[in-house]
């Protein structure tokens, strides 16, 4: 809004390496009124900080596999894989591992055993749909975590949940993080790294940019997925 000087940046909430470029600011002309420069570094002065990078934390995680097919070796288990790469690329430490049966009580009483321990954040994966098999997210909600949000307007991932519990965070992944490369998992996960506290609003405003075009081959994070407005 300041005439002669403009300042451009790349999306909030997006991963960045050492020496990337993160925003660049020009006087247009040639040549402009020192009054209007030091205008616009006043405001500039007035808002710091314009722009920020967080680091990511090296959290802790835990992970709860839940399926009867899993549970019972009837089918292979596929999300430890994908769910270890993700975190770990951040710099994250998958502490350890369980498989458990779509058990309410289990799935709760694991939730629990894992809060006692040095525990960052707690993934769970599957169950989170509304058929009766589905009860990971009746264990959460019973497991003494405080603050939840169910459902995110972005697809793939409509059926995530996001959840605090004093220090300790946990997130639901729906079953689109198998058939997917990327899901909201991918937007969330960073933010929860970087120390951030996603809520509801948060959650409601990825609605814009939260449609995965499901290009061929896959160029996110360049691409409009995960950049709300």
């Given at each position: 809004m300041f005439q002669d000087v403009m300042c451009g940046s790349i999306h909030t909430n997006t991963a960045v390496a050492t020496n990337q470029s993160l925003a660049a600011t020009r006087a247009i002309p040639l040549v402009i009124q020192k009054a209007d420069l030091d205008a616009a570094v006043n405001f500039a002065k007035e808002h710091y900080p314009i722009f920020s990078v967080k680091?990511?934390?090296?959290?802790?995680?835990?992970?709860?596999?839940?399926?009867?097919?899993?549970?019972?070796?009837?089918?292979?288990?596929?999300?430890?894989?994908?769910?270890?790469?993700?975190?770990t690329d951040l710099g994250a430490t998958l502490e350890e591992s369980v498989i458990l049966p779509d058990n309410r009580e289990m799935i709760?009483?694991?939730?629990?055993?894992?809060?006692?321990?040095?525990?960052?954040l707690i993934i769970t994966t599957g169950g989170m749909s509304v058929d009766p098999d589905d009860v990971t997210k009746a264990g959460i909600e019973e497991s003494g975590f405080e603050e939840i949000h169910y459902?995110?307007?972005?697809?793939?991932?409509?059926?995530?949940?996001?959840?605090?519990?004093?220090?300790?965070?946990?997130?639901?992944?729906?079953?689109?993080?198998?058939?997917?490369?990327?899901?909201?998992?991918?937007?969330?996960?960073?933010?929860?790294?970087?120390?951030?506290?996603?809520?509801q609003r948060d959650l409601a405003r990825l609605s814009h940019g939260g449609l995965c075009l499901n290009c061929k081959p896959c160029r996110f994070p360049a691409c409009s997925f995960g950049k709300s407005g």
């Open positions: 680091l990511f934390n090296p959290l802790k995680i835990r992970l709860i596999i839940t399926g009867n097919e899993v549970y019972k070796g009837l089918i292979k288990d596929k999300f430890r894989a994908i769910v270890e790469q993700k975190t709760s009483r694991q939730i629990r055993q894992y809060l006692e321990k040095d525990t960052d459902s995110a307007a972005v697809l793939p991932g409509a059926m995530f949940l996001l959840g605090y519990h004093k220090n300790t965070a946990i997130m639901g992944l729906p079953a689109c993080g198998l058939y997917h490369k990327i899901t909201i998992f991918d937007l969330i996960l960073p933010r929860i790294m970087a120390g951030e506290k996603p809520g």
